[in-house]
């Protein structure tokens, strides 16, 4: 199903709406001293694709994160993370992802963009349906997360998540672990946004897990070309995670002190 994308059909700004703007097609969060700020979607969906161009805050962004993701509710949460971590001017930022199933994240991968995010817009999607999880950026994917729950790897199937965005204060963790904080003087922060595009399977209660699930042609992320990357696309992936990523936890020893996760093993590509 394709939604009609205007921000202000779809989302709501649910927090710091005194400085922050939305019109048809553009949205604007801002963050200052006063507050940062945040929209989310009207409804949720179980599936799909969603779409967003995003010109990140420009100039000094250290201690700023701008959050894009979809998340359900409770304490059993699942969630698809994008985030943007700032810098000092001249550093790159850093595209931050993670997953969490059942209210259990820890599946952080990260990367260095290819390109000024702050120059122009860049469209940064996530698609997901019941095989698989993609995140791309300017239809370039950058991480696969598949479906291994008949072997007992949790995998986010049956909860509807909702569309986020927020711009905020995270200078107590950021830019080097918090080592860099927000410099006030460059305030406001301001990061735009365009043509939203929620092409995703709307959720109406239990019954939407077997409708969203469907192999149907209205539901078009079931087809078997999104199953799974074609040729191009991993060789697109390979080049971007030899060149621009730099942590993944499935390579973080220390931490797991050696006993990863079960995905870890598992191809994802």
Known sequence: MVINGAFSDNMYINWGSHHSWMQGNDLQLVLDQSSGSGVQSKGTYLFGSIEMQIKLVPGNSAGTVTAYYLSSTGDK????DFEFLGNVSGQPYIIHTNIFTQGAGGREQQFYPWFDPTADYHNYTIHWNPNVVVWYVDDIAIRVFKNYRSQGI????????GVYSSLWNADSWATRGGLVKIDWTNAPFIAKYRNFAPR???WDGPVSINQCAAQTPDNWYTAREYGQLSYTKQGQMDWVRKNYMIYD????????NGQFPGECFKPQF
């Open 154 to 161: 949790p995998y986010p199937n049956s909860q509807a998540m």
């Open 249 to 256: 936890y499935c390579k973080d020893t220390k931490r797991f």
């Open 200 to 202: 995703a399977c709307p």
């Open 77 to 80: 949460h699942d969630e698809i």
